[in-house]
């Protein structure tokens, strides 16, 4: 069991539910760091779900620090495992609603540049604006820094 | 047979229980998930193992699913 800070047995029962949703590799990962990885469904692009409502997106092969990360958390008071397997699901099986409602934050300029092809090409799969899938919808208006655009 | 639909909440997750060969249980189920659906959240398959799963359109009786609730960005 995950030493969650915030243990009760609410968050227990969202335990169970979490690990028997996941792969082997995925529930060693849980059990070791407090986090796993998940692939995209439709883009493919690694992501990190952790105990938190921010889920990082990676650069393929760099897995210690995100090229951005999505804050998105359900609209409901649950445990801290169910909003992972949240995570896990939608970025699974509907990645594109999933970053839609997400608000979407750019880290690391130089891990940045270096996706922007890579989520191009996802935009390009998701036949959706470039523009509207990096950065946030309307009620958030939030715009990175002048330097991040391109 | 015996299928579940769990549904995220406050508790963990709450339970439904029907049988393919009880009407009664089973629209229980059925009005549990159109509710999830009206409320705008999601209903996906439950995975094995990480195996299976995906988003569900409509109520599947011979199914195990998961309710989540609405997400929203922050």
Redesign the interface.
Known sequence: MIGWPWKT?????????LR?????L?RADLKEHGYFFVTGGQSRLPYRVGPK?TVWLLAPGVWSKPAGS??????????A??VM??HA??I???ER??CS???FYPYSPDLWYGIIPILRAADMLRGTNYESFCY??E??PYRPPVHHRF | MKHTLSIMDSSGDRKTQWDENDPASMEEARQLFDAIRASGGQVFYEQKDGVGGGRVKEFDPKANMIGVPLLIGG
Request: with cysteine.
């Open positions: 047995s609410s968050a227990d029962r969202a335990e169970r539910l028997a949703n996941l792969t082997a995925q409502k999505f804050c998105v958390y359900p609209l409901a008071h649950v445990p495992p169910d397997l949240a699901l939608s699974q099986h509907d609603s999933f409602v997400a608000a946030t919808r009620v958030l």
